[in-house]
């Protein structure tokens, strides 16, 4: 983008003043008031000296790092948010190279409106890690040009309301969260911003219709308490956002029930969150499945620095496109388990154990085996009350898998390692189940090639690292 273009915030300010910005958690804010106390910060900053690149760790509360954020946006700084639960070692790795860490509010002498650093889509914004699901965090440059196509294309996909209060409760450390309140800078638009994910607080600033939440990005374990707590039409709410992890379609079938209109959104904090919702990709991004079946993409909400040599990002998703280039996920690359030389995606597994109702989480892994080189084991977190019974969800399985996609174990644990978005940490997982361990009893059942149920249907709901 040219640099003589405005800055969000100063445009937002400019045309519409008086409106809220970000209200909730820390109290109301116009963007009249945001932008003037953004530029306060950008001035304490630039008296600090951090100039035009440098990068600036926000290591604060939510209401306290959305100021932070812009006003190193219009110093010209690099934010880099940082989640206060994390332990001093995980901070370190995210503090290494930066200049100046921000753990308390700072103002200073503001900036005159007109002197924030020219704009320039090329610059780097944010420097966001990834949530560290499968491998050690690493950190993920993203310009102001990716967000801004990010915010575009999310407004395309799923509609502008001018009067939109997209309800946060996803960390602000996370892209997830961030990207909520980027796009709603670029769009001029309301946060009802929570300073984490509260089941009660949550479902009271949804069911108020006086608050008037038009959108909410979730997780399927969020929306599944939140259904549980008795979610029920909603009155204003237009859509939910749903990422971050295999979407059981049984839960899809609830929130179709309770009248609460559901986006399943495919992302990764290499594309700025949101990439592809509802099957489709956002507007100027592209996919593409390699021939052994992972999900290639590229586009300008794309990190410039995450993209191969051959000018695609692989994600490490397993996925498929139909007739019409619409995405299913099947799984990931890294996690497939090989049993008897047949793939099985633990995704999919755990989409189909979802279902059963007696079951709050469940998670599947490979565990080595002399003769079929791994076997399927599942983790499972029964509901309060509802027992545990192995044959019933083996029997559950099996009308809806091939045979050697059936886990030959399910053992009872109290729960799975989740983060702060709710995805399953599946690094820590082996931890759980006792890595090493002897093979499963009854590992030996045949994992007859294409033998069995067909997969379950939606099994490969699109997931995202963030929404």
Not at 10 to 24: E, M, P, V
Not at 133 to 144: G, H, I
Not at 158 to 186: K, N, T, Y
Not at 412 to 439: D, M, W, Y
């Amino acid at each position: 983008m040219a640099a003589d273009v405005e800055h969000w915030l100063a445009r937002a300010a400019r045309a519409r003043g008086d409106r809220l910005a970000i209200t909730g958690h820390g109290g109301d804010a116009t963007y009249e008031r945001l932008h003037a106390d953004s530029l306060a910060v950008a001035g304490a900053l630039v008296q600090r000296g951090i100039g035009a690149g440098d990068r600036v760790a926000l290591a604060l509360p939510s209401r306290e790092l959305v100021v932070a954020l812009h006003g190193c946006l219009l110093a010209g700084a690099t934010a880099v948010p940082v989640d206060l639960r994390l332990r001093a070692p995980e901070r370190a790795l995210r503090t290494e190279d930066v200049k100046l860490v921000l753990d308390e509010p700072l103002l200073g002498d503001p900036l005159a409106p007109d002197d924030p650093t020219p704009f320039d889509g090329r610059r780097i914004a944010t420097l966001m890690f990834t949530s560290g699901t499968t491998a050690a965090p690493k950190p993920v440059a993203l310009s102001l040009d990716n967000w801004l196509w990010n915010a575009l294309g999310s407004a395309l996909a799923l509609g502008l309301d001018p009067d939109e209060r997209w309800l946060c409760p996803m960390p602000l450390a996370h892209v997830g969260g961030l990207s909520i309140q980027l796009r709603s800078a670029v769009y001029g638009t309301t946060v009802v911003l929570h300073e984490r994910f509260d089941t009660d607080a949550c479902l009271a600033a949804l069911m108020d219709s006086a608050m008037r939440v038009t959108l909410v990005s979730l997780v399927p374990t969020m929306l599944s308490r939140l259904l549980d707590a008795g979610l029920r039409e909603p009155p204003s709410l237009r859509r939910v956002l749903l990422g971050g992890g295999p979407i059981a379609p049984a839960l899809l079938r609830r929130a179709a029930d309770a009248g609460v209109p559901v986006s399943p959104s495919y992302g990764m904090t290499e594309t700025c969150s949101q990439l592809v919702t509802d099957g489709v990709a956002l507007l100027g991004a592209q996919l593409r499945i390699a021939a052994d079946g992972e999900l290639l993409v590229r586009g300008p909400s794309v990190a410039s620095t995450a993209l191969a040599s051959d000018g695609w990002l692989h994600t490490g998703d397993l996925g498929a496109l139909d007739e019409r280039g619409r995405l299913t996920i099947t799984g990931r690359r890294a996690d497939t388990i090989v049993s008897g030389g047949e793939n099985v995606a633990p995704a999919e597994v755990e989409a189909v154990l979802l279902e059963h109702g007696s079951l709050l989480d469940a998670a599947v892994l490979g565990r080595p085996d002399p003769e079929w080189g791994e076997v399927v084991i599942a983790l499972v977190v029964p509901a309060p009350g509802a027992g545990f019974e192995p044959e019933a969800l083996r029997d559950h399985c099996a009308r809806r898998l091939a045979r050697f996609k059936v886990p030959k174990r399910f053992e009872p644990v109290e729960s799975l390692p989740r983060g702060a978005t709710g995805k399953l940490l599946r690094r820590e997982l082996r931890e759980v189940a006792g890595a090493g361990s002897e093979p499963a009893a009854g590992a030996g059942s045949e994992p007859a090639a294409g033998a069995g149920s067909e997969p379950a249907a939606g099994a490969g709901s699109e997931a995202a690292a963030g929404v």
